[in-house]
């Protein structure tokens, strides 16, 4: 497009396009990787398994509306307590014993949780990719020139208000503030009378209800398969990175720009190039401000 | 203790192997002995950053795969020998690995790891879609052409073949267990500041180290793409790859120089046996091995961090204590 050159209308249009694409984009990963942040930020742990809860969710979704023609959005109501209970056990079987234990040893034992439940899932549900088909999706919206449909704008707008219910919480609770006490210094929270297991316990919890709603809420959207939640999480990694890992409002904001980046991507260079594009941005991230846009510099070599 | 007994595991590992060939020509056990030391020299590359040098990642199928494809387009694009693409692999590789080596002195633990799978998938998304010259997603089969030129070996030759690279990979593993290098890459491991303290360039070691790493991944790429005969970038650079690098080392014993090589044992062997138990079941079923993997991987991480050589470390010291303590009583 020459710059020079006023812009048509078909062009606005395009540009609208993309802009609301970003955003309805850009909400649902946001709830992706608060989850993701969340846990990171207050146990220093970084889920390698986050994708796989999130494919779980989908499955979640894609069996109840084909065994009951339950929608999706009212799986919801069961699905974010199912995962809370599900984070609680994960939490007490596996990442209790590894919290204060090495970087490697966290990093083999998340892995090898992806391992398990992408192969548990293979094992009971073969590897077909599945399609959850509800009647909203069909149903297209036209709001000025731009064109989306009602399965993602529902989704955004749940996306959206999970997401910030999860930021109020922490921010203004009590619970809230201990979380984040802990955060900011175990060892003086635990002086403070604070039972620093029961908040880890809580906050695993509360990041996979979060990745669990979020696979609820896009399994209409994406095909379902075994290893659907890798490619969700490696974005999500660039979205937490992009914000500072921990950060929640950082997460916010790194949604939308690898929103952007993939909606304009694709535009210009096809959909098959969408990834490479936010890689390449995620290695650039890290090589020049691997704490993130916003983040504290030097906070990465802590290694925290 | 002597050379021969401090090494006996390995003398009568890689003995074996060697004799083996000469007594069963079955060719699917050779097969099997075949991919048992590919994956432990694989392992034992892998070791040499994530175990030797503590700069675990999470992404040394990039290199597996550059080496890889390097050795089968040069076979097909171009009509050369393998052994040109190998040594093509490697250079690409040293690159590569100079630009994770540069950033494991940025980054740390997680940090690290992230950055090494996000190489991984850029090489898997560019390699899938650029059709034109890799082939995209379908792959690339390798022609079998007879001759060492042309790396066309039978079974056998396969087995010395990777026999000879796995004793060299030992032999590297031995080396940086007991030279300065080596004891300098463990003060970088066990604490870098103090390391850097003493006067160690631990900065440059760590880029050495993985360099090394990547440059020793990269040629196993090209052998395995040659045995096997077929690439295609959904396995050579997928994360599950690089987790099995990782995985072999880990239970068998990080850090250790035949730790790779009973891992790979193990894990091979369980694989192929579970796989041949579940055949038959319905499809997906296989995936059941990789269940195991996964809980085994939790479990020996957090029971037995050492791995399989810290076992046997640990039996041995009981054992000699036991022995002691029955001549005192004597």
Redesign the interface.
């Known amino acids: 497009m020459d710059p020079a050159r006023p812009l048509g209308p078909a062009q606005i249009d395009a540009v609208a396009q993309l802009g609301v694409s970003t955003i309805l984009l850009g909400g649902i990963y946001a709830l992706i990787a608060v989850g993701l942040t969340l846990i ?1 930020g207050i146990m220093r742990v ?1 889920n390698f398994a986050h994708g796989e809860f999130l494919m779980l969710g989908m499955y979640l979704a894609f069996w109840s509306f084909t065994l009951w023609r339950v929608d999706p959005y009212f799986v919801l109501v069961v699905a974010i307590p199912l995962f809370f209970v599900v984070g609680l056990v994960t939490y007490v079987l ?1 990442m209790k ?2 919290i204060t ?1 090495s ?7 998340t ?10 899932a ?2 009971a ?3 077909d990719f599945r399609f959850v088909r509800p009647w909203h999706l069909s149903v297209a919206l036209r709001i000025g020139g731009t064109t989306f449909n009602l399965s993602q704008v529902v989704a955004f707008v749940i996306a959206v208000v999970l997401t910030v219910a999860l930021v109020a919480f922490m921010k203004w609770t009590h619970t809230g503030r201990v979380m984040r006490a802990t955060a900011q210094d175990r060892d003086a929270a635990t002086l403070m009378g604070i039972d620093t297991d029961r908040v880890y316990r809580l906050t695993f919890a509360i990041g996979i209800a979060a990745v669990g709603a979020a696979g609820v809420l896009v399994a209409p959207l994406y095909s379902v398969y ?1 290893t659907a939640g ?1 490619q969700f999480v ?1 974005l999500s ?2 979205v937490v ?1 992009l914000g500072g ?1 921990g950060d929640m409002a950082g997460a916010l904001i790194g949604s939308l720009i690898v929103a952007a980046v993939e909606v304009a991507g694709s535009y210009v260079f096809g959909i ?2 969408k ?2 594009f936010y ?2 941005l ?2 650039l991230v ?2 020049f401000r ?1 704490a993130g846009l916003f983040g504290q510099r030097g906070s ?4 925290a | 203790m002597t050379a021969l007994t401090r090494h006996a595991g390995a003398v009568v590992l890689f003995g074996g192997a060697a004799v083996v060939p000469l007594v069963i020509r079955d060719a699917f056990f050779l097969d099997s002995l075949v991919l048992i030391l590919l994956w432990g020299a694989l392992s034992a590359a892998w070791n040499v950053a994530g175990g030797y040098a ?1 700069q ?1 990642s ?1 992404g040394h199928a990039s290199f597996f795969g550059i080496g890889a494809y390097a050795g089968a387009l040069m076979v097909t694009r171009f009509g050369k020998s393998p052994w040109l693409g190998m040594l093509l692999g490697v250079v690409i590789s040293i690159g590569a690995g100079l630009i994770i080596g540069f ?1 494991s002195n ?6 690290f ?3 090494t ?3 991984s ?2 090489l898997l ?2 390699v899938s ?1 650029w059709r034109g010259f890799t082939a995209g997603g379908e792959g690339i089969p390798v022609p079998f052409r007879p001759g060492f030129a042309t790396l066309g070996l039978g079974h056998v030759a396969w087995v010395y073949m990777a026999l000879a690279v796995a004793i060299l990979y030992y032999g590297v593993e031995v080396y940086l267990e007991h030279s300065r290098i080596g004891y300098q890459l463990a003060g970088v491991r066990e604490d870098e500041d103090a390391a850097e303290a003493l006067g160690i360039a631990t900065r440059a070691l760590k880029v050495i180290a993985v360099t090394v790493s990547a440059a020793l991944t990269s040629v196993c790429g090209t052998l395995w793409a040659q045995y096997v005969g077929f690439v295609d970038p959904a396995y050579v650079f997928s ?2 790859l690089s ?1 099995r690098f ?2 072999n080392t ?1 239970i068998g014993g990080i850090g250790t120089a035949l730790g790779p090589y009973l891992g790979s044992i193990l894990i091979t062997v369980l694989e192929t046996y579970l796989r041949a138990t579940f055949a038959g079941m ?4 296989t ?2 091995y ?2 195991i ?6 479990l020996v ?2 029971w037995a ?1 050492e791995g399989l050589t810290g076992i046997a470390a640990r039996l041995r010291a009981r054992a000699a204590a036991g022995a002691r303590g029955a001549r005192a009583h004597a």
Request: proline share 4%; aromatic share 12%.
């Open positions: 990171f970084v596996v014993g590894v234990a970087h490697n040893v966290q990093i083999f034992t892995f090898g949780l992806s391992i398990l439940l992408q192969n548990v293979l094992v549900w073969s590897g075994p890798l490696l990694y660039v990175v890992l098959a190039w990834e490479i890689f390449l995620f290695i890290l090589v691997p990465e070599t802590l290694g | 503590g675990v999470i950033l940025r980054l740390k633990g997680p940090y790891a992230l950055s799978i996000a190489l998938q850029v998304i560019a879609r994360v599950d987790v990782a995985l880990i319905k499809t997906g079923f995936g059941i990789l269940v993997y996964g809980a085994a991987l939790i991480v957090r961090p």
